[in-house]
């Protein structure tokens, strides 16, 4: 009897975990929509508006920088307070958010609805959070790297999804936005319905001094990167603003060493493991957007004017060049799980830096056959996957429970720069390098040579992400740590021990078990 109790008892853990990891999949999917959603359709938002190229490039930046300055604030409020009931007002936020932009008449209300959009991106290290929390130590990595993986298809679906409402002669971006809505809602009616409450909550103070001084470091750091393009690099607004943010991220620096209870512990913040994730989380978002731009870019191009390109329209870019990556994307999450659970987080980043390389490589080489181009996207979806798999499993087997909201929080920022910066280099390669001669009335148009340099870029951003798995991650943990998100080295440099014992034990336990 006690036998058959227990074996339901298991049964049941497994299907809350199975249901559990799935809402916060489409949580996470959901989040990396709303970054990429605008991307085609700025040219129809400008139009309908009546607003300047300039001006409608801020619904991109919009909620990029608040982004920057919400998520590490929300990943440390859930870590403190609960993360459930943060995820609930987060998605809650989004929703708001998403119908404001669906019913924006003007510009600055539609800017609104992308900043209350952008806060949502805290849901991300919230929901890895409450995985380490919900799911046995040796399913974690596999988990983690679902929700992962939902976030490189997340960003291609919206692109896809965007092409097909917006494909018609009397094409309405605002059915984008209500798409989003449809999509936020579920998803906060799956968190509040499958999530388990809380169980862990630090509490504490919130520090507001360090989040505000983070957010303006932030702030005075993507708004140049974001903007540069149409300020000018050498302008004065762009470079005053990369010179104030290193003057705040010092006052940061400053402030969380001196507050009793900081934002971010900068012991924790410069710990090896967690430092590298972070450089890791830059180059494989610049190449994630790379990629998506680059070759949506390139396919347009008509080729009876430049000699190269397909030709393509929005909805041809978006369905047969893109979307097979990001399909890939998805199902190569639990392979980088599978992976980095047996061979460790290092093993997944150097494989996906070196699919990341080989594909770019290959785009960079070829890029004038349509099945070079679709190839070669399938094979940097799935380095994506794989970094993205492996950049979570390093900060969990780095850090205390109680830092894990926070540290993923700057990992997620980590990547949401790293892709500002890839955007703003493939609009600036390509805007710099411009076909000379074109018949009189037609705009200028990028030169191939432009492609090739972004592809060639991309190729040793992921060679960058090849150095940092052989080198800057080398003595970390192996696959037994990384599964169960120990975080011995951390606790033993900030006095934590506490809190890393309990992954500890269940390493333990998940040992005992598997033997």
């Known amino acids: ?19 559990i ?66 995820l609930v007002a987060v998605l809650g936020v989004m929703v708001a958010g998403s119908v404001i932009a669906a019913l ?32 046995r ?10 929700v992962s993986g939902t976030l490189a298809f997340g960003s291609g679906l919206a692109l896809v999804a965007t092409g097909l409402l917006t494909s018609g002669s009397d094409a309405d971006y605002r059915n984008a936005f209500w798409m989003a809505t449809g999509f936020a809602v579920l998803a906060l009616l799956a968190v509040v319905f499958l999530v388990p409450a809380t169980r862990h909550k630090t509490g504490g103070r919130t520090d507001f001094l360090g989040a505000l001084t983070l957010g303006i470091a932030l702030l005075l750091l993507l708004l140049p990167i974001s903007q540069g393009h149409e300020w000018g ?11 104030g943010a290193v003057v705040m991220t010092a006052v940061w620096v400053f402030t969380e060493l001196k507050v009793r209870e900081p934002l971010v512990d900068m012991r924790m913040f410069v710990h090896r493991p967690v430092l590298m994730a972070n450089l890791a989380g830059i180059l494989v978002g610049f190449g994630m957007f790379a990629n998506f731009l680059g070759v949506s870019y390139l396919v347009q191009m008509p080729k009876a004017l430049t000699g190269y390109g397909f030709d393509a329209s929005i909805l041809r870019a978006s369905v047969e060049f893109l979307l097979p990556g990001a399909i890939v994307s998805l199902l190569a999450s639990p392979i980088g799980g599978q992976l980095v659970r047996h ?37 940097v979806g799935a380095a994506v996957s794989f970094g993205y798999a492996a950049m979570p499993a390093v900060i969990m087997a780095s850090v205390p429970h109680h830092q894990s909201g926070i540290a993923n929080g700057i990992n997620s920022i980590s990547r949401s720069t790293g892709s500002a910066i890839g955007s703003a280099i493939v609009t600036t390669i390509l805007a710099s390098k411009t076909i000379e001669h074109l018949p009189a009335g037609v705009p200028a148009l990028p030169a191939e040579s432009g492609f090739t340099l972004t592809f060639a870029i991309g190729a040793v951003a992921f060679g960058l992400v ?39 034990a269940a390493a333990a336990s998940a040992a005992k078990a598997d033997a």
């Open 104 to 135: 924006a008449s003007s510009l600055p209300l539609l800017l609104l609805g992308r900043v209350l959009q952008g806060a949502a991106t805290a849901i991300f290290p919230l929901a890895l959070s409450v995985l380490r929390e919900e799911v």
């Open 233 to 243: 690099w050498a302008s004065g607004r762009t470079l005053g603003s990369f010179a």
């Open 343 to 379: 061979r460790g987080p290092r093993a997944a980043l150097a494989v996906a830096a070196a699919l990341g390389a080989a594909g770019f490589g290959w785009l960079a080489l070829d890029h004038g056959h349509t099945a070079s181009v679709i190839g070669a996207g399938l094979i």
């Open 21 to 86: 990891v799935f809402a916060l999949s489409l949580a996470a999917m959901v989040v990396s929509m709303m970054q990429t959603l605008p991307v085609p359709i700025l040219g129809l938002i400008r139009s309908d508006l009546g607003t300047t190229t300039a001006n409608v490039s801020w619904v991109t930046t919009a909620t990029l920088l608040s982004a920057a300055v919400f998520t590490p604030l929300l990943g440390r409020f859930g870590d403190q307070h609960g993360k459930k009931p943060t």
């Open 1 to 19: 009897m006690s036998t058959t109790t227990s074996a339901t008892a298991r049964a049941g853990g497994h299907r809350n975990e199975t249901v």
């Open 466 to 504: 090849a150095v940092i798995s052989g080198i800057g991650l080398r003595g970390t943990h192996g696959p037994r740590t990384a599964a169960t998100g120990a975080a011995a080295p951390v606790a033993a440099s900030t006095g934590t021990a506490p809190a890393a014992t309990e992954p500890a």
């Open 137 to 146: 130590p040796q399913k974690l990595p596999g988990a983690m790297a679902l």
